[in-house]
T-cell receptor, first 110, second 119 residues
Framework: QSALTQPASVSGSPRQSITISCTGT?????????VSWFQQHPGKAPKLMIY???NRPSGVSDRFSGSKSGNTASLTISGLQAEDEADYYC??????????FGGGTKLTVL | EVQVVESGGGLVQPGGSLRLSCAAS????????MHWVRQAPGEGLMWVSR????????RYADSVKGRFTISRDNAKNTLYLQINSLRAEDTAVYHC????WGFGFLDLWGRGTLVTASA
């Protein structure tokens, strides 16, 4: 059950777009379309932003989008805003009927 | 209000035990799979365990298998995590989260309860 691989940090200026990658294996990301992305502000509970690779829950801004290619999933945030500064985590369902998270990516809005 | 609220955390000596609870309200608890996810201080999220909506199917992360037991009481709308043989590396905030289908749609999280394993 190795954690999915995410970059430790990314940054971007307001109104720009950024992409966070999440790399796994054929036993998790590559094998299923059950990738989720979560946003977590300091001291707060995680918030679901994307599920099933590319679907947004009700109430989540359409500036957030997800995709997958092979064993790598990606989260793109367009039109960066100050409030997007947070930690972002990917997760995937696995062949062991478990979940696995990525190590997290700290997004800084410059 | 739709929410889940964790309780039961605290300071426990290594090797000790405690039981965490997660009280659900505002939704039909018995329709949802439930997960425990923990976060060590300053670290990322780590999936711990999950249980099916009827309580018959459960899974664990390798690092807690044999020491942690997940269970639920649908009549009481409550999820539990029994933690035994506590280790220093189990120190973390433990969150419960609901999942409609069991594949990672964790759309409702609690604020968590802090477990500290220390002598």
């Amino acid at each position: 059950q190795s954690a999915l691989t995410q970059p430790a940090s990314v940054s971007g200026s307001p109104r720009q777009s950024i992409t966070i990658s999440c790399t796994g294996t054929t036993s998790d990301i590559g094998g299923y379309n059950y990738v989720s992305w979560f946003q977590q502000h300091p001291g707060k509970a995680p918030k679901l932003m994307i599920y099933d690779v590319s679907n947004r829950p009700s109430g989540v801004s359409d500036r957030f989008s997800g995709s997958k290619s092979g064993n790598t999933a990606s989260l793109t945030i367009s039109g960066l805003q100050a409030e997007d500064e947070a930690d972002y985590y990917c997760s995937s369902y696995t062949s062991s009927n478990t979940l696995v998270f990525g190590g997290g990516t700290k997004l800084t809005v410059l | 209000e739709v929410q889940v609220v964790e309780s039961g955390g605290g300071l426990v000596q290594p090797g000790g035990s405690l039981r965490l609870s997660c009280a659900a309200s505002g939704f039909t608890f018995s329709n949802y799979w439930m997960h425990w996810v923990r976060q060590a201080p300053g670290e990322g999220l780590m999936w711990v365990s999950r249980i099916s909506s009827d309580g018959t199917n459960s899974r664990y992360a390798d690092s807690v298998k044999g020491r942690f037991t997940i269970s639920r009481d649908n009549a009481k709308n409550t999820l539990y995590l029994q933690i035994n043989s506590l280790r220093a590396e189990d120190t973390a905030v433990y969150h419960c989260a609901r999942d409609r289908w069991g594949f990672g749609f964790l759309d409702l999280w609690g604020r968590g309860t802090l477990v500290t394993a220390s002598a």
